[in-house]
């Protein structure tokens, strides 16, 4: 008996994400991420693993409810709890706040995931600017 196998989808693992360089100055924005959809179970682990070192273990994570799936409040992320919040902040309907105990607050701007690559781009660059900069 044999069993024909598919062949597998394409690959969206690629973590599409730009942070701005360290600096001593605070800054509003650290950076953007470019999601592949809004399935926040997916795109959430892959952010997560994706970040640099000195983020420390994020804790924490706040989207806007009105754009992402449908979220437990919690998730195991490499063997660690990282709890979910939702918002419907106007103010901010395109970011991701990430927490890290001890560490801080950082935010990322969100580019939708249905974003042209010519559209994104831009995006990304201004989110990763120069402090002041965006």
């Known amino acids: 008996m044999t069993t024909a196998l598919q062949p597998p989808p394409p ?3 690629v973590l599409r994400l730009r942070l701005a ?23 959430l682990p892959r952010l997560l ?16 409810g009105a754009v992402w ?20 902040a106007a103010n901010a309907p395109h970011t991701v706040v990430l927490l890290a105990a001890g560490l801080g607050r950082r935010d990322l701007v969100v580019v939708p995931p249905d974003t042209t690559d010519a559209a994104a781009e831009p995006l990304m660059a201004a989110a990763a600017g120069a402090p002041g900069e965006g």
Do not use: F, K, M
């Open 21 to 43: 360089p360290r600096s001593d100055l605070p800054r509003s924005i650290d950076g953007a991420w470019w999601p592949c959809s809004y399935d926040l179970l997916v795109e």
């Open 69 to 88: 799936s449908t979220a437990p409040g919690r998730i195991l992320v490499s063997n660690q709890v990282v709890r979910l919040h939702r918002t419907l």
């Open 49 to 64: 693993a994706g970040l640099p070192r000195e983020w420390g273990h994020i804790t924490s994570v706040t989207v806007n």
């Open 11 to 13: 690959s969206r693992s």
